[in-house]
């Protein structure tokens, strides 16, 4: 039914401009250098934001018009003495460090011979205004010829990665700030590399390279920031899109392939675009959008370029017949599909969790009706509550709703067998699959291995590396247990915190060496799922299994909270989420099993952070935390992961140890109860802790502490040395903590504890710096013990 008028509406409406994105982006593809616009030229400036660039001496050729507007520009300085410059300089110390780790310079300083410029706003008008300013600027299209002909080819490979963007700004006649500028610049020292100013972006200007790196390519970015004029904004912006109530159905055929219907509320900030940007996995096409009913223009490319930092997700537009108008309710229907699904053999499946499955825009809460037709040997799970399952023909339908606000939707299918678990009103139901999956049989081809592997090195996930030993693997060994496990967390954590995203949780098997917490549904690696081999290597338990069989489930149990109640706007916020959930899970950890457990995990993570990366240097010095998934550079990749989780997880234990138990649980329900389904940023992280902080504390703002741990880095040696001095009962313990192998302004808290026999053990805390830190305490015996920091309050050498 539903079909038919789809079919009604795309023959009656046709509107005038149909095509209109498809033509421009045809435009931009195809292209060319225009000789007639080549000029010789002498200090020309561009200026956007903080970005300077000087064209002193050399030519500079502009393309032909699209949509009316020339969109690009080269400049080869090929004449005697011809010279260009670009200068960008960083606003603050940690963007500046990480320019220099790559350019070996704080600031962006650079000649450069060549340089490519994409725009939509109005360089082309900035610069012919500039031209009459210098005699030798005049018109040369004998040059002209043999740039066209040079640089044609170089504009058609670049447009091709920027051509949705610019389609985007082109339809909705960016102007100014709003328009994207995008540019590539060779240089003696550096090659090339991409600087660019795209106010889509929270942070508009990235400078950086594209480096491959072990097959793998890496966007570096040197150093990414907020515009001038945004950072005197006070108030964030507000979303140009507001989107609510997703409904979507979908069918999963007997090949795997899903093909969906996504029905979304849209609801735009202000009037008049006429094209608007979603994202997706690029594994999905999306075949025609409706828009209040009326067909709608889509267009959708890959670009990898242009999306390398969009975390798996590519964009796509949809321009509507109609402009939009701010504050109205749309109803938009996207038709996609593609292949999500893989099979690793014997119906052991695997969903790729790197891109969305559906159109998204930003991650927004919305509420969810979820409605699948699939395989009826398979077991289908999503967020939210079980609505309906019944058989359809020769498949199953399968509906769940959710009754709160999420902000992602995922799905898991198997053939599963299913244990369930309730505790505290809580539901959790495990599902396992049958089979085993075949990488993970003995002497078994591993087919699978390089999907997992690039899956398992990407952000959403959480890894521990290498092998898991395991014999006579069966998955479903540990499926009771995992159901009692994961309600038992839930239970210690709904206790703490507040009640969880959703009253129903599913945990369900994803091939791989990772987890993931999506809001109702988590998936645990298959290897969590098999009891593991008796240890080889003397006794006690291992971090890898305390690792999979302990630490994921809890961990993707507590982003039910950390990720799913509170969240992050910003990948420079994202590491609280992983640090809050995997301490969480120690927590838990540390009451089921005991304290060693929460020390044998703290003490694996301060080994990887003292590791030495491939500069020589510790993996922690790679970039403070909140540099976020740029850790992952082609520098060492494995250096994100090993900050994220490790550093972050001893971050929180730190605070806690700082604060004390009791303000520390009392400053994490404040936390959940303050940014209850609202994004928190470091700094709002910062300002709540400080609250609960001791009294007279030497550090009550906590700045000094996000100073040294979270903005920088270092991870200190600590030394102390005392004596006792005068007669008892006026004796004097004096002392000095002394740090070391970290820089001048780095100050760790440190406590010492101060043993008397038959009196209570006292602390003292002391705030260390580049000179030796003093202490001197009264007491009125001699002290039995004299300790630094003997129970890991911090991240030492
Ligand atoms: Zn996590």
Redesign the pocket.
């Given at each position: 039914m539903i079909r038919w008028e789809l079919v009604v509406a795309l023959c009656l409406i046709a509107p005038v401009w149909a095509g209109e994105a498809d033509s421009l982006a045809r435009a931009i593809r195809e292209n060319s250098f225009d000789r007639e616009e080549c000029y010789r030229v002498r200090d020309l400036t561009l200026a956007i934001e903080d970005i300077k660039i000087y064209l002193t001496d050399g030519h500079l050729i502009f393309s032909r018009p699209v949509g009316g507007r020339r969109i690009a520009a080269v400049f080869v300085a090929d004449v005697e003495g011809g010279d260009a410059e670009v200068i960008l300089l960083p606003p603050d110390r940690a963007e500046r460090r990480s320019l220099a780790s790559y350019i070996h310079s704080p600031n962006l300083d650079e000649h450069f011979r060549t340089g490519m410029f994409l725009f939509t706003g109005g360089t082309y008008d900035a610069i012919l205004a500039q031209l009459p300013s210098n005699p030798t600027n005049r018109r040369t299209p004998e040059i002209g010829a043999l740039l066209e002909e040079q640089f044609t080819p170089v504009l058609r490979n670049l447009s091709a990665s920027y051509q949705t963007r610019l389609v985007l700004d082109l339809l909705n006649h960016a102007e100014g700030g709003e328009a994207v500028f995008a540019s590539v610049l060779e240089s003696a020292n550096l090659g090339a590399f991409d600087l660019v100013y795209d106010p889509l972006r929270a942070e508009p200007i990235i400078a950086g390279q594209m480096t491959s790196r072990d097959n793998r390519l890496f966007l570096d970015a040197w150093t990414s920031f907020k515009t001038r004029s945004m950072r005197k904004e006070t108030a964030p912006r507000p979303p140009d899109l507001a989107l609510s109530g997703y409904r979507i159905e979908a069918a999963i055929g007997g090949d795997l392939e899903l093909k969906a219907t996504t029905r979304v509320k849209v609801r735009p900030s202000h009037s008049g675009l006429r094209a608007v940007p979603f994202d997706i996995s690029p594994l999905m096409t999306v075949t025609s959008v409706t828009v209040d009913g009326r067909a709608a223009e889509v267009l959708q490319r890959e670009s990898p370029r242009g999306n390398a930092m969009r975390s798996g997700n590519e964009m796509f537009l949809v321009a509507p017949a109609e402009p939009l108008a701010a504050g109205r309710d749309y109803e938009f229907v996207f038709e996609h599909s593609g292949k999500v699904v893989f099979d690793t053999g014997d119906r052991v499946l695997f969903v790729t969790a790197r891109g969305n499955w559906y159109p998204l825009h930003g991650l927004q809460f919305a509420t969810y009706d979820l409605t699948f037709r699939h395989p009826k040997d398979l077991d289908l799970v999503a967020p939210g509550e079980l609505v309906e399952t019944r058989a359809d023909g020769d498949g199953r339908v399968t509906r769940f709703r959710t009754r709160s606000s999420i902000r992602f939707a995922g799905f898991n299918l198997g053939n599963y067998a299913r244990a369930r678990a309730e505790r505290g009103g809580y539901v959790v139901e495990v599902c396992a699959n049958r089979a085993l999956q075949r990488d993970l049989k003995p002497q078994s081809a591993l087919p699978m291995r390089d999907v997992i592997t690039t899956q398992s090195s990407r952000r959403l996930?959480?890894v521990m590396s290498g092998p898991f030993p395991a014999t006579a693997p069966n998955p479903l060994d540990r499926l009771q247990e995992i159901a009692t496990g994961v309600a038992a967390a839930l239970e210690f954590m709904a206790a703490r915190f507040g009640p969880p995203a959703l009253n129903h949780l599913t945990v369900s098997p994803i091939p791989g060496t990772f987890?993931?917490?999506f809001p109702g549904l988590i998936y645990l690696s298959t290897l969590s799922y098999l009891k593991s081999a008796p240890h080889s290597i003397g006794s006690g338990v291992q971090p890898q299994e305390l690792f999979f069989q302990q630490l994921l489930q809890a961990?993707?149990t507590?982003?039910q909270w950390?990720?799913n109640r509170v969240t992050t706007g910003s990948y420079r916020d994202n590491w609280m989420?992983?640090a809050l959930?995997?301490y969480s899970a120690l927590l838990y950890l540390e009451k089921t099993t005991g304290a060693h457990s929460v020390d044998l995990m703290l003490d694996t993570y301060r080994t990887e952070l003292l590791a030495k990366g491939e500069s020589g240097q510790p993996v922690e010095s790679a970039g403070p935390i909140t540099m976020g998934t740029r850790l992952e550079s082609s520098q060492d990749p494995g250096a994100w992961r090993s900050i994220t989780?490790g550093k972050g997880t001893w971050i929180i234990h730190m605070l806690r140890r700082y604060l004390g138990d009791q303000r520390f649980f009392a400053m994490l329900v404040e936390v959940l109860k303050r940014y209850d389904h609202q994004e928190i940023s470091t700094e709002d992280f910062r300002r709540v802790v400080a609250r609960f902080t001791p009294p007279k504390s030497d550090d009550a703002d906590l700045e000094t502490f996000f100073d040294s741990w979270v903005y920088g880095t270092g991870i200190p040696t600590l030394k102390m040395s005392y004596s006792v001095k005068g007669k008892a009962p006026a004796l004097r313990l004096v002392g000095t903590v002394t740090q070391t192998d970290v820089e001048r302004d780095f100050a760790a808290l440190v406590p010492v504890e101060i043993h008397v026999a038959g009196s209570p053990t006292t602390t003292q805390w002391i705030r260390c710096g580049s000179e030796p830190a003093t202490f001197s305490v009264a007491l009125k015996q001699p002290p039995s013990r004299v300790t630094l920091d003997p129970d890991r309050a911090v991240l030492r050498r």
């Open positions: 996930g959480e987890g993931q917490g961990h993707e507590a982003h950390w990720g989420m992983e959930a995997n989780y």
